[in-house]
């Protein structure tokens, strides 16, 4: 990762208006038959939203064909498009999107284990703990990116720092969507589980945990959200030594290459859709008590 | 030093001697926080940590006296408030329309849909370096950005209250004889209301988050500026200035925020609790 050159700035076999008006016509022309065959994979709703955006993508292409706005401002999609086809060939975009998912998923691992965790101990144990909570506010008030300077302080320039306020980013909506699933245990569950002899232990395994899974869910897809922002915030100084999307979307800014920094733009916007879709997936895993 | 022991000698014998006085949380709250500053104020004092990497608290103290004396702390809020109020009140106006209009006619939202949810997931962060070229350097892609945060919170929260009013409620004013304008004057916009605060409030965590992302990335000025500035110069006292003001500032406009949807939310049940910022 480290000695990363810069993005190159030939871009590659440009896609031509035209060629690239006829493949979006060509998907959108699959698209509907699909629609006709499997409709509740690709539905009527679905299509509605897709024609906007072809719309949008179609003429955005014909505003920068007819240069009605500078298209060194406004690259047209023909042109983002073939250069990601370029940057991911010589194996340029993959080196940035590792090391841009390495380090939110490391982060979103610490902070799941770290927010849960500290999440029952000041709240379910909260007469030993809950000294803690009022710590944790005053950092929790303070955002992410303000810890920048003092994480390259503590941690150097690297991944550690970058993974630090991503860390903090995440934890935070963890932590408190686990508090919150604690103040939701019903009363009467816990007394069951003491009826029938269990201990403390007992009632968080049995019932606790089931039920601030949901909380839980919650909170890390809100989380997921700031740790992208964070992420992005953290590469856009540098600070993990010249890796990941958004140092590529800062150099070539710095460079007046846009069209680079819009192939890193849709990517983030698509990864971040991506992870969603992944949390997402967990909901309804664990069976509730509600 | 000497005086945050004393103060932990005078709580604990108030204590002893009455315990109504001081609640046992107060206590172990004020304990906690008392003992947190004599041990960062101790360690760097007999040279555990170095003074680069956490600042004693007096430092900070002085430093942030020293700069309020100069006025420099005042420039540096000045400008990062105009611009957090900006970006934020020109989504304000933007969102909630939009959000009503859309909430109202909500087959019209289909169409927008996959747009509206890229544009969504898109972090703030990551339009900047575009809104730098386009715009210039300056104010304005600071607040196109705060602005781009705290629209989709606010849009998505207000769309989301306009289409979950009772139809039974928007059916009593038809039935009185009341037109479009009367549903939408006395049902639609009390009902959604609470939605809207909701909305507000997480728009506003976001777009700090983002106003001090954008102020570290690219301003010549703003608290922001202020701490990268001062991670520079190797100048921790001034980072936490910083840090320490921008907490106060976000803590004193939730406050405020939370307040103002008490106060909106007086008919509905709840309201007012945690929002995960």
């Known amino acids: ?290 | 030093m000497a005086a945050l022991v004393a103060v932990m000698i005078v709580v604990t014998v108030l204590r002893a001697s009455s315990q109504d006085l001081v609640g046992a949380k107060f206590y172990r709250v004020l304990m906690a926080w008392l003992i947190f500053f004599v041990f960062a104020e101790g360690t760097i004092y007999y040279g555990v940590f170095k003074s680069i990497l956490l600042a004693p608290p007096t430092a900070v103290i002085h430093r942030a006296m020293f700069y309020l004396e100069k006025g420099y702390l005042q420039i540096n809020i000045a400008s990062t408030m105009f611009r957090f109020i900006s970006g934020f009140f020109i989504a304000l106006t933007l969102a909630a329309p939009l959000g009503l209009l859309f909430g109202v006619y909500d087959k019209a939202y289909e169409w927008i849909a996959p747009a509206s949810n890229f544009l969504r997931m898109t972090p703030p962060p990551a339009i900047l370096p575009f809104a730098i070229i386009v715009f210039g350097i300056g104010e304005a892609p600071a607040v196109f950005v705060i602005t781009v945060g705290c629209f989709f919170p606010i849009f998505l929260a207000t769309m989301r209250g306009v289409r979950e009013v009772e139809t039974i409620h928007k059916e009593v004013v038809q039935t009185m004889g009341g037109d479009q304008m009367d549903v939408l004057k006395h049902v639609i916009l009390p009902s959604a209301l609470p939605s809207v605060m909701t909305g507000v409030r997480i728009g506003f965590g976001i777009g700090w988050l983002v106003l001090v992302a954008s102020e570290i990335v690219a301003a010549d000025s703003g608290l922001g500026f202020m701490i990268q500035g001062g991670r520079m110069r190797l100048d921790t006292p001034t980072v936490f200035v910083g840090m320490a003001t921008i907490c106060i500032l976000g803590l004193t406009m939730d406050m405020f925020l939370k307040q103002l949807e008490k106060y909106v939310t007086v008919r509905k049940k709840g309201g007012g609790e945690y929002i995960y910022y």
């Open chain 1, 1 to 290: 990762m480290h000695g990363t050159v810069f993005p190159p700035l030939e871009i590659g076999e440009v896609l031509s208006t035209v060629h690239f008006l006829e493949i979006l016509s060509a998907i959108f022309l699959i698209l509907t038959v699909l629609n006709r065959l499997l409709p509740h994979i690709v539905s009527a709703s679905l299509m509605k939203g897709l024609a906007v955006l072809g719309g949008i993508i179609v003429s955005w292409e014909l505003i920068s064909f007819y240069e009605i706005i500078n298209p060194v401002l406004l690259p047209p999609p023909s042109r983002v498009v073939s250069l990601m086809a370029h940057l991911w060939s010589i194996g340029f975009l993959q080196t940035q999107i590792y090391s841009t998912v390495y380090k939110i998923t490391y982060a979103f691992t610490l902070a799941l284990v770290s927010g849960v965790t500290i999440g029952i101990m000041i709240s379910y144990f909260s007469n030993t703990f809950s000294f803690l909570e009022s710590f944790l506010n005053a950092i929790r008030v303070v955002p992410a990116p303000a810890w920048l300077a003092l994480a390259i302080l503590w941690f150097g320039i690297g991944h550690a720092s970058a993974i630090f306020i991503i860390w903090l980013g995440i934890f935070f909506p963890i932590l408190l969507s686990a508090v919150a699933g604690v103040a939701k245990v019903e009363q009467v569950q816990v007394e069951t589980v003491l009826t029938f002899g269990g201990d403390k232990y007992d009632v968080l395994l049995e019932v606790v945990l089931p039920v601030i899974y949901h909380h839980v869910l919650t909170g890390a897809r809100i989380g997921i959200g700031i740790g992208w922002i964070t992420v992005v915030t953290a590469e856009l100084v540098s600070v993990s030594a010249n890796s990941g999307l958004g140092w590529m979307i800062n150099d070539s800014r710095i460079l007046l290459d846009i069209t680079t920094v819009m192939v890193g733009m849709f990517l983030i916007g698509f990864l971040g859709i991506v992870s969603d879709a992944i949390i997402n997936r967990f909901e309804g895993l664990v069976p509730g008590w509600d």
